[in-house]
C-alpha cells in the first residue's frame, strides 16, 4: 500500500471553492450518492449555489465531510458522525481534523454517549490510502452499490489489476482479518464481495474460434471472487476467456475442458483441503497440450507436477499466461 492515510489529498482547498458532489465524492474516496444521503437524512448539504441554480460544496464543507469520513472510519454511527460534524465549529472542525489519524478514535471521547462508536465497529486498516478506507467506509455501511461504484471507478481510471491489488484485495485482506480474530463482520465481507463481483463481472466480447483460458474453482470451493479479477484483466486484455465459477464438479471439468480445447487452465483453491491435484490429473490430453496452472492459498506450490504453473498474484498471472 505505502501511503499513509491523509484525508487531505491535495492540501487545503482555496477558501473560494465550489466543488460538484462528483468531484468532492471523488476527491474524498466516497461516492456521489454517500454525499445526497448525507444530505438528505443528515443536513449535511452544499452551501454555495450557483446562479444556475446548482448546489456546490466550498472549503468548509469539504472539511467537514473529511472530519465526518473520518469518525465513521473510527466505527461511528453516519447519523452519529455528521451531527457530531454539523454542532461543531469549522474552527473545531479543522483542529480535530489535523490531528494523527491514528488518533481519530480518541477525538470522538467528548461526544455523547449515543454519538460513540460502538464495541470495536472499526475495522483496522494501517497506511491504508483514502481510497481504500473509502471502499471499506462502503463495506461497512453495507453499502454494495458504493463498492460497486468505487471499484468501477479504478478500474476505469488504471485497470483491472491495479484496481484489484492496490483497492480491493488490501480491503478485503483487512476484512478477513478481522473475522479471523473476532468472528465477526461477516456481513460486511459479503457486502464488499457483492459489490466487487457487480463490479467486476463485465461483459465478454463476441466469441471467438481461439482457444481460451479456461477459469474454474475447484470442486468443493466456494470463494472465487480472484478468479473473476482474473476473468476481468483477461477481458479487459482481450483474451478469450471461459469462466465456469465456484463448486466445479470433476466431471463438468472434465468435459468443459475437451469441448473447448483451452490453451490453458486456471484452478483456484483458497483452502488446503480443496487443493486435490488429482484433477489436475485427470485433464485430458490433447494437441498441442494445455497449460495447467494453479491459484489461490489453498495449493502448496510444492506440487510434484513440474508442469504445473503457480500463479502467485493477479499480476504474476497476467505475466505467465499465455495472453
Known sequence: ???????????????????????????????????????????????????????????????????????????????????????????????????????????TSNLPAEQRPGGGRAIPMPRATTEQRGLMRAAMSLDPQAVRDLMSAAMQSRGVVRAWEDLAAPTLIAIGNRWENTREAVEVEHTASIGLQQALDIPAPEVTRARPILLCCLPEEQHGLALLALRAALIENRTPTVMLGTRMPEAGLIAATARLRPKAVVLWASMSENADPAVLRALPSQRPPIRAFVAGPGWNFDLEMTEVTPLSSLTDAMQKLPL
Request: with cysteine.
Open 1 to 107: 500500500m505505502g501511503h499513509t492515510l491523509d484525508m487531505n489529498v491535495a492540501g487545503a482547498p482555496p477558501d473560494d471553492i465550489a466543488m460538484s458532489v462528483a468531484n468532492a465524492a471523488a476527491l474524498l474516496g466516497l461516492t456521489p450518492s454517500t454525499l445526497r444521503t448525507w444530505d438528505r437524512r443528515y443536513g449535511m448539504s452544499p452551501s454555495v449555489r450557483t446562479n444556475g441554480g446548482h448546489r456546490r460544496y466550498n472549503a468548509d464543507d469539504l472539511t467537514r465531510l473529511r472530519l465526518a469520513a473520518r469518525l465513521i472510519d473510527s466505527g461511528l454511527p453516519p447519523a452519529g458522525a455528521t451531527t457530531a460534524v454539523i454542532n461543531w465549529s469549522i474552527a473545531e472542525c479543522r483542529k480535530r481534523l489535523g490531528a494523527d489519524s491514528t488518533s481519530s478514535i480518541d477525538s
